[in-house]
């Protein structure tokens, strides 16, 4: 599948954000954005995602039942179990008789499975993402937006968690749209990467392969 943006326009009182705004995703690899923070990057997945309101314009291709939300914020709720939060989650989606092998099976997948009856607070930031993803995943979308998500863990989880998530998309195919502001960890996905200019935005430039090699090249624009 393929999302296209088309003619957004979207203003913020006198400040535009996109002003004829028009991008292109493919599902082939992962899309990944970047740019300057405030340039208008997570505004986009919102937009994308039917959380923001815009002037005009479309995005084609998809619709919100199709979309999957990993945010920055766990958002889990503290009161309930990591299993009772992605039942809250799923059980719009699954049946009783299938929902709880549904769960063990993607908490295995991330590898958490052990802590399936633990509540948010006894998680780790590792842990608690790691939920997120497997909440991504338990609904059967067909786009997972990120905006983000690995902002706050340290370098070796980070990477740690990263290996995991492309493992588990080789298994369960998603188009996923990255908003990130660490250009090592676009590259490091290894799909492609636009990079956003300053408001109203335009594209600077959009690189689809040898990233490593681009890695100057694409330091100089952002």
């Keep these: 599948m393929n999302i296209s943006v088309r003619n957004l326009n979207k203003s913020y009182g006198n400040e535009e954000i996109f002003k004829n705004f028009n991008l292109d995703f493919c599902d082939e690899k992962v899309n990944c954005i970047i740019g300057k923070s405030g340039c208008g990057k997570s505004t986009l997945l919102n937009i994308i995602a039917g959380l923001t309101e815009i002037q005009s314009g479309e995005i084609q291709g998809v619709s919100l039942s199709d979309i999957s939300y990993i945010f920055q914020e766990d958002r889990l709720i503290e009161w309930l179990t990591v299993k009772e939060n992605l039942e809250l989650a ?19 997948l991330v590898g958490i499975y ?59 195919k998603r188009m996923v749209i990255l908003v990130t502001h660490d250009l090592d960890e676009a590259i490091y996905f290894q799909g492609n990467i636009t990079v956003f200019s300053n408001k109203p935005v335009e594209i600077k430039g959009i690189f689809d392969k040898d990233l490593y090699k681009c890695k100057n090249e694409i330091l100089k624009i952002i």
């Design 90 to 108: 799923l059980k719009k989606y699954y049946d009783n008789a299938v929902i709880d092998k549904k769960i063990n099976e993607l908490l295995e």
């Design 114 to 172: 052990d802590i399936k009856n633990k509540y948010p607070n006894a998680l780790s930031g590792g842990m608690k993402q790691r939920v997120n993803i497997a909440r991504a995943f338990g609904k059967p979308s067909k786009v997972i937006l990120m905006d983000e998500p690995f902002k706050s863990l340290d370098y070796k989880l980070k990477y740690t968690i990263i290996d995991e998530f492309k493992n588990l998309l080789n298994k369960e």
